[in-house]
């Protein structure tokens, strides 16, 4: 499956932006569909995880409670709701895919990756 992340920008400190994350192929809904961050004094961390039907969810500590996984898997699509951003929150944004079952957090666990997109958060 191949991944096109959109819908990174410039935001100021309070505001919300919402990503999006296309897939190709006939077997979106086979992924479990996951969103990490990068800067670059960090490793790539998780932010949040969802299952192939989207009856669960995983959240990092930071951004629960403020940001939303969802899916359309009619459209093949996910999306990362990001509300009550911050200047932690500037980050490269990547959604990422695997065909294992469950949600886990460690990068490694994704086979597939789109190809980033920026989120600047300005205080």
């Known amino acids: 499956v191949q991944l096109q992340a959109s819908g990174g920008g410039l935001v100021q400190a309070g505001g919300s932006l919402r990503l999006s994350c296309a897939a190709s192929g006939r077997t979106f809904s086979s992924h479990t569909m996951a969103w990490f961050r990068q800067t670059p004094s960090k490793e790539r961390e998780f932010v949040a995880a969802i299952s192939r039907s989207a009856v669960s969810t995983s959240y990092a500590d930071s951004v629960k409670g403020r940001f939303t996984i969802s899916r359309d898997n009619a459209k093949n699509t996910v999306f990362l709701q990001m509300n009550s951003l911050n200047s932690d929150d500037t980050a490269v944004y990547y959604c990422?895919?695997?065909?294992?079952?469950?949600?886990?957090?460690?990068?490694?666990?994704?086979?597939?990756w789109g190809q980033g997109t920026l989120v600047t958060v300005s205080s």
């Open positions: 990422a895919a695997t065909t294992s079952p469950g949600i886990n957090r460690s990068p490694s666990w994704y086979e597939y």
